[in-house]
Structures are given as structure tokens and as C-alpha cells.
């Protein structure tokens, strides 16, 4: 199994930058994609962003411009950094990893809070 961990959430005025990390441990077998996804109060799971193995990044457009998503191959481990945030962006921010043969495997989550 795999287990993931994320760090870095916070609470933080709008206008100002959090980063993010999530780091797998375990057993871990060719990663394919690794993602960040985000939960408001009362609303669906979105996708806030996506990179591939090979460093092509998206996002959703409510993000681009603002947030930033890396990783670290060789640590297994995703981060987003997220500058300009705004009150919208609050949210619980869970790392998704998807591996070769074996599915999702899903953080807890990060509590990310933005006040006006």
C-alpha cells in the first residue's frame, strides 16, 4: 500500500502564498500522474491540478496564472505552489497519485483557509 501525506496548509490573507507538499511512502510502483484536488464546504471534489511523469502540467482555470504544481520524482512527492490566493480558494486540498497498474491512491487532506 501506498501512503501519502500532505503538509502546508494553513491559514492566510488574500493576496499571500502557501506551497504545498505531498510525499508517498510505501510501497510505490511507477507513478504515472500526480494531482491535487480540492474540497469545499458543500460543493463536489475539483481537479486544481495534474502533472504527468514527464512534467506536463494543467489546471483549472479558476487557477492558472496563480498556482503551480511540481514534482520530485525521485522523493515521490508533488507540490503546489499557490501565490495570490483568494477567499475562493478555501478548501480541504488532497494529493492524488495514480500508479501503473495499481489505481489512486489519495491523501488526507490540507486545510487551506483564505480570508478577506
Known amino acids: 500500500q501506498v501512503q501519502l501525506v500532505e503538509s502546508g496548509g494553513g491559514l492566510v490573507q488574500a493576496g499571500g502564498s502557501l506551497r504545498l507538499s505531498c510525499a508517498a511512502s510505501?510501497?510505490?510502483?511507477?507513478?504515472?500522474?500526480m494531482a491535487w484536488y480540492r474540497q469545499a464546504p458543500g460543493k463536489q471534489r475539483e481537479l486544481v491540478a495534474r502533472i504527468t511523469s514527464g512534467g506536463i502540467a494543467i489546471y483549472a482555470d479558476s487557477v492558472k496564472g496563480r498556482f503551480t504544481i511540481s514534482r520530485d520524482n525521485a522523493k515521490n512527492t508533488v507540490y503546489l505552489q499557490m501565490n495570490s490566493l483568494k477567499p475562493e480558494d478555501t478548501a480541504v486540498y488532497h494529493c492524488?497519485?495514480?500508479?501503473?497498474?495499481?489505481?489512486?491512491?489519495w491523501g488526507q487532506g490540507t486545510q487551506v483557509t483564505v480570508s478577506s
Open positions: 492524488n497519485f495514480n500508479q501503473r497498474y495499481r489505481g489512486d491512491s
Open positions: 510505501g510501497s510505490i510502483f511507477s507513478i504515472n500522474t
